[in-house]
């Protein structure tokens, strides 16, 4: 009987690991004075810290994109006030000072032809810097984009409490 012949070991591929993510919630609201108003008194009683937040409206609703201190908390407390919601994961970046900073972020995501869906600031700042949050097309290409050309990247654990 013929022994097999040995066969080489399957190539294994490195999976890379997740790079540091921020959650970020859209809320669907209905387009009423004073609806953006409860939902900010809504994270107030229970102790929620709304750290980014951008508003995006149509003649009906209100798409209400923010990212916040407590983002477990934050869902239960959706999911308990039945309120329409996604989340999604943004990558953070802060911003370098001076005024040719966002010109090069947006230099680098082009040039690794990462395509931009939509970028926003945050309400606080870290390490006396801006940060931005942006949604893109590849969020593992623009972390590593971003950290190859020496851009801080921050995950949820440096902006929660």
Same mark, same amino acid.
């Given at each position: 009987?013929?022994?097999?012949?040995?066969?080489?070991?399957?190539? $294994? %591929?490195? $999976?890379?690991?997740?790079?540091?993510? =921020?959650?970020?919630?859209? =809320?669907?609201? #209905?387009?009423?004075?004073?609806?953006?108003?409860?939902?900010?008194?809504?994270?107030?009683? %229970?102790?929620?810290?709304?750290?980014?937040?951008?508003?995006?409206?149509?003649?009906?609703?209100?798409?209400?994109?923010?990212?916040?201190?407590?983002?477990? $908390?934050?869902? #239960?407390?959706?999911?308990?006030?039945?309120?329409?919601?996604?989340?999604?994961?943004? =990558?953070?970046?802060?911003?370098?000072?001076?005024? #040719?900073?966002?010109?090069?972020?947006? $230099?680098?995501?082009?040039?690794?032809?990462?395509?931009?869906?939509?970028?926003?600031?945050?309400?606080?700042?870290?390490?006396?810097?801006?940060?931005?949050?942006?949604? =893109?097309?590849? %969020?593992?290409?623009?972390?590593?984009?971003?950290?190859?050309?020496?851009?801080?990247?921050?995950?949820?654990?440096?902006?929660?409490?």
């Amino acid at each position: 009987m013929a022994t097999p012949t040995p066969q080489p070991p399957s190539p $294994k %591929t490195a $999976k890379a690991k997740p790079g540091p993510l =921020v959650r970020q919630f859209s =809320v669907f609201l #209905e387009n009423k004075c004073g609806r953006l108003l409860d939902l900010s008194r809504l994270f107030e009683q %229970t102790n929620i810290h709304i750290l980014a937040l951008s508003v995006v409206d149509t003649s009906d609703s209100a798409v209400i994109r923010l990212i916040v201190d407590d983002p477990e $908390k934050a869902a #239960e407390l959706f999911h308990t006030h039945q309120m329409a919601f996604s989340d999604t994961s943004v =990558v953070v970046v802060e911003l370098p000072h001076g005024p #040719e900073g966002l010109t090069s972020m947006l $230099k680098t995501l082009m040039q690794a032809e990462i395509n931009i869906f939509y970028v926003y600031g945050f309400l606080m700042r870290l390490h006396d810097r801006p940060l931005l949050a942006f949604h =893109v097309e590849d %969020t593992e290409l623009a972390i590593d984009v971003f950290k190859q050309n020496g851009f801080t990247i921050l995950g949820q654990a440096d902006i929660s409490r």
